[in-house]
């Protein structure tokens, strides 16, 4: 049952599971709670989630067979789970992700609601309900963090020619970095001990003047 519940969803569960422990935790053990504790928990508790064999590959509805194709209107290709809370009223492919992380790339401190989720992912949707009636739409959803685009497919053409551009041009900005990186070189430990001292001083002497 966790591949069906988690499969096309493992990584919005896991952007929430934070939260969530947090929550949990200073509502059942406020004595003991703290906020790296919960963190630890939620970090552990993630890890476990992406190990799962369950959670690797999403169910196909025709995977799932006759029976739940009709009673669902599926195509073959779609993944979500209908009937639990979570799925979409739609139907949808399974998402492709990078396996770089938003936490692996943004050092801003503004991500932190969305710091487990895929830097970028990209799934189709089509939505048929009540067809006769107001017609099929086939979108393409484009993920970057906790943002979404819905867009159609002549648009998604569009954002993957400029990817493929912005990828050229994105090369060639990592070969100069890499130039130009082969000057860098660590600092001295003594003297930057010595110069957050000193700042420490001027600090406190502004601070105690203006007392």
């Known amino acids: 049952m966790a591949d069906r519940i988690l499969g096309a969803s493992l990584e919005r569960v896991t952007a929430a599971l934070p939260d969530a422990i947090k929550q949990a935790m200073q509502a059942a053990i406020p004595e003991t709670y703290t906020p790296e504790?919960?963190?630890?928990?939620?970090?552990?508790?993630?890890?476990?989630?992406?190990k799962s064999p369950a959670t690797s590959q999403p169910i196909t509805a025709a995977e799932r067979g006759t029976?739940?194709?009709?009673?669902?209107?599926?195509?073959?290709?779609?993944?979500?789970?209908h009937g639990q809370p979570?799925?979409?009223?739609?139907?949808?492919?399974?998402?492709i992700k990078?396996?770089?992380?938003?936490?692996d790339l943004d050092c801003s401190g503004y991500s932190d609601n969305g710091e487990n989720l895929p830097w970028m992912t990209a799934q189709v949707v089509v939505?048929?309900?009540k067809a006769q009636a107001y017609g099929r739409e086939t979108r393409v959803w484009l993920g970057y963090g906790v943002?979404?685009?819905?867009?159609?497919?002549?648009?998604?053409?569009?954002?993957?020619?400029?990817?493929?551009?912005f990828c050229a041009e994105l090369e060639a900005v990592v070969d100069q970095a890499d130039e130009i990186a082969k000057d860098d070189f660590e600092g001295d430990p003594e003297i930057a001990a010595a110069h957050e001292e000193a700042e420490y001083r001027r600090i406190k002497r502004i601070?105690?003047?203006?007392?």
């Open 37 to 50: 504790l919960a963190a630890q928990f939620a970090e552990a508790m993630i890890t476990e989630l992406r």
């Open 67 to 81: 029976e739940w194709t009709l009673r669902w209107g599926c195509p073959d290709f779609c993944i979500e789970e």
């Open 86 to 95: 979570h799925a979409l009223e739609s139907h949808s492919t399974a998402p």
């Open 98 to 103: 990078t396996s770089l992380r938003v936490a």
């Open 127 to 129: 939505a048929n309900d």
């Open 147 to 165: 943002h979404l685009a819905e867009v159609s497919p002549g648009k998604a053409r569009e954002a993957l020619a400029t990817l493929h551009g």
């Open 207 to 211: 601070s105690e003047a203006a007392a």
